[in-house]
């Protein structure tokens, strides 16, 4: 996959170069000063330079981290270099016709924050984001935001630059992916890269490869209901082309996602296009890499009362579906639902932390709310398994937000009462339970946790006959 993503990207794109690689080493600005390579790996390098010359890359943090390459015709050259443990600062040097030295270099883990509005929203904009701000002062955290720009066909690079962690980049860094870095880094105690890549009111389909959207019938019908709007470009692929593909094969350990609020009403099965959109990015970087992934906050969505929350369903499907993922919750988070905007982000990033802590890095870690498994039928009664239910409770709060389905297929309101890690719910409508739903209003505010007070998402089971 990476040789066909160059191949593809170089016929249109090396000729801008071209004024420059005459006797220049280039490299993709993701290499650069200050930025984080991911640990105990075989990290892929690479850059432009005239066909045939030769280019040595040396790295500092071993004597034989040493690789040298005869540019091909194509002007793109690529080595590999074995990366130790987490440490630095090391140097970086590269030797062809130029040189090039990269300074202040960490070894670490590096993280993708992608997604829309609610993942590129600042720091400085953020609940008690003063104090936040004021307190990132982290040496071993790297920052790279990805600029806003579109394209028809797949970029070999793209705008930005690495930055050490201070009060003076965080301001506009997302919020939620440096609550996230600080978090790992204060656990792990290693150097964190992150590279932030969003784009507000944007759709999936726009961060998905166009020719997975076009193979689909379904998501090609879906992603034909988008008009044009101010915000955010609608073409599928052109967010991927331009602001994901000149990232790959840049080493990473995974991914968090906050997006959909612009796929609600809009998207069949969010789920399933989800679940295209991490397998066309795992199979462009030919990794298997952690994707997690936030259930949009509740938020009133005009006038149609569930399509919010159907899509909330749908992101935990996806979770569930997709190898190697996992759902951050934030229905519970939110004291403002008229605002799509929630900026209770500490929770958020905190909780995207806590699933790769224990997920990714396997620490022992309470990561996930009451997650639902199942229901039984006892009578007119219904009662609902869930995992990660130790401890179930409502804060003293009535236990609400549960439907029950009859035989018509219809939701009526249940009455709900906690049984030890399960939930019994029964309605005067409903004689022969058909189906169960919790929190399946737009603006519902969860109000079930476990006893690691973390919430439940909506959910909605599968019908039945």
């Not at 005459?22 to 930025?35: K, T």
């Not at 073409?235 to 609600?264: D, F």
């Not at 190898?323 to 905190?350: E, F, M, R, Y």
Request: proline share 7%.
């Amino acid at each position: 996959m990476k040789a066909l993503h160059f191949a593809a990207t170089l016929g249109g794109l090396f000729a801008s170069l071209a004024p420059l690689s005459q006797a220049n080493v280039i490299l993709p600005r993701i290499f650069g000063d200050h930025m984080v390579l991911q640990r105990n790996e075989a990290v892929e390098i690479w850059g432009f330079a005239n066909a045939g010359e030769e280019v040595t890359v040396t790295a500092s943090w071993a004597d034989d981290a040493v690789a040298t390459v005869k540019t091909p015709p194509t002007g793109h050259w690529s080595v590999h270099l074995q990366t130790p443990d987490a440490g630095g600062p090391y140097t970086i040097h590269l030797k062809g016709y130029n040189e090039v030295e990269l300074a202040d270099v960490l070894i670490g883990e590096v993280w993708l924050c992608t997604g829309q509005s609610n993942m590129q929203w600042n720091t400085k904009d953020i609940d008690d984001g003063d104090q936040i701000v004021a307190a990132a002062d982290h040496p071993n955290i790297r920052l790279f935001t990805v600029e806003h720009v579109s394209a028809e066909d797949p970029q070999i690079d793209l705008y930005g630059q690495w930055q050490p962690c201070t009060p003076d980049s965080v301001p506009y860094f997302s919020a939620i992916g440096y609550i996230f870095g600080r978090e790992l880094n204060q656990e792990l105690d290693v150097p964190i890269g992150l590279v932030s890549t969003n784009w507000g009111g944007t759709s999936a389909e726009v961060w998905i490869p166009a020719e997975a959207i076009k193979i689909n019938p379904q998501l090609r019908e879906d992603q034909a209901k988008f008009t044009p709007v101010e915000w955010g470009p609608i073409a599928p692929g052109s967010l991927y082309n331009a602001m994901i593909a000149p990232l790959i094969p840049y080493n990473i350990a995974g991914a968090i996602w906050y997006q959909g609020e612009s796929n609600v009403g809009m998207s069949r099965d969010y789920a399933e296009l989800i679940g295209t959109l991490v397998s066309t990015w795992r199979n462009a970087w030919d990794d298997d890499f952690s994707f997690y992934l936030a259930q949009i906050a509740p938020w009133t969505y005009g006038e149609e009362g569930h399509a919010g929350a159907k899509m909330r369903d749908d992101q935990r499907r996806a979770a569930e579906q997709i190898p190697n993922s996992g759902l951050v919750v934030t229905s519970d988070t939110v004291t403002d639902t008229t605002n799509i905007h929630p900026t209770n982000k500490v929770p958020v990033g905190q909780r995207f932390a806590k699933l790769a802590l224990a997920q990714h890095y396997g620490l022992d870690v309470a990561y996930s709310g009451p997650m639902y498994d199942h229901w039984e039928a006892e009578g007119s009664k219904a009662r609902i398994y869930f995992r990660h239910a130790d401890g179930l409770h409502t804060d003293g709060k009535s236990v609400d937000l549960f439907e029950i389905a009859g035989e018509d297929g219809e939701f009526y309101p249940a009455q709900a009462e906690i049984d030890g890690d399960t939930v019994v719910l029964s309605s005067p409508q409903v004689e022969h339970p058909t189906g169960v739903r919790y929190a399946w209003g737009n603006t519902d505010v969860v109000t079930l946790f476990n006893g690691d007070d973390l919430p439940a998402p909506t959910f909605q089971s599968a019908p039945r006959p």
